[in-house]
């Protein structure tokens, strides 16, 4: 079956504006995460989402970051005000079961946002 | 966000030789360990898994062994093909749900 899929793979932004990333998990999964990967290094947990509620967004660095997920399904990352610190591959999961001992996470290809 | 470290290290082997990545994770809690293998340009992809319970696992030419006492996990992979070359990360989940990554050990594989 399809696996999870990002929306746009790459996007090149100016400093200030806003930008929307897009994740469609894989159909039926019910935790949904968001990680951010800066360039060599490793992955910077974002939030959590089990079905709509958010239970974790210990990760986001700034109230200029917001994430929301609807009908279970799709969730949009949104980074308002644009910073050049913000450039950054973001990655989405999804996985079936939530709790210590789970099913493993299957990453989507990721969003490389560059912003100038 | 939480990550861990900054730095890359880098294992070179031949190709046809065993590779073993290391990992030291640091909550003594989680109960379920990962590891992804993460190509140029592509998401992290699943290798192996295995929970607390276990100290072993092994799939198709690869293993995962889990040292609770020293909290250490390596990854095995026999007969390594150019096709392993990759970045490799461990990744620990305890209670919080939320999977945290090791810093990645790039596999280099010389034919």
């Known amino acids: 079956g399809a696996g999870v899929s990002q929306s746009p793979s790459n996007k090149v932004t100016e400093k200030g504006k806003d930008v929307e990333l897009r994740c469609d998990p894989i159909s039926g999964h019910t935790a949904l995460y968001w990680y951010r990967q800066s360039l060599g290094q490793g992955l910077e947990f974002l939030i959590y989402f089990q079905g709509n509620s958010a239970p974790d967004k210990s990760g986001l660095p700034s109230d200029r970051f917001s994430a929301e997920r609807t009908g279970g399904s799709v969730s949009t990352l949104t980074i308002q005000r644009t910073q050049q610190e913000d450039s950054a591959v973001y990655l989405c999961?999804?996985?079936?079961?939530?709790?210590?001992?789970?099913?493993?996470?299957?990453f989507g290809n990721g969003t490389r946002l560059t912003v100038t | 966000g939480e990550s861990v470290g900054l730095h890359l290290p880098t294992l070179s082997v031949q190709e046809g030789d065993n590779s073993i990545i290391n990992c030291a994770y640091s909550?003594?809690?989680?109960?379920?360990f990962i590891w992804y293998k993460q190509e140029s340009g592509k998401g992290p992809q699943f290798i192996i898994d295995?929970?607390?319970?276990?100290d072993k696992r092994q799939g198709q030419r690869v293993t995962v062994l889990l040292n609770k006492t020293v909290k250490h996990l390596s990854l095995q992979i026999a007969a390594t093909q150019p096709g392993d070359s990759a970045v490799y990360f461990c990744?620990?989940?305890?209670?919080?749900?939320?999977?945290?990554f090791g810093t990645g050990t790039l596999l280099a594989v010389q034919p």
């Open positions: 999961a999804s996985s079936s079961l939530t709790g210590g001992s789970g099913s493993p996470l299957h």
């Open positions: 295995i929970r607390s319970n276990m």
């Open positions: 990744a620990e989940k305890g209670a919080t749900n939320k999977l945290i």
């Open positions: 909550n003594s809690a989680s109960d379920y």
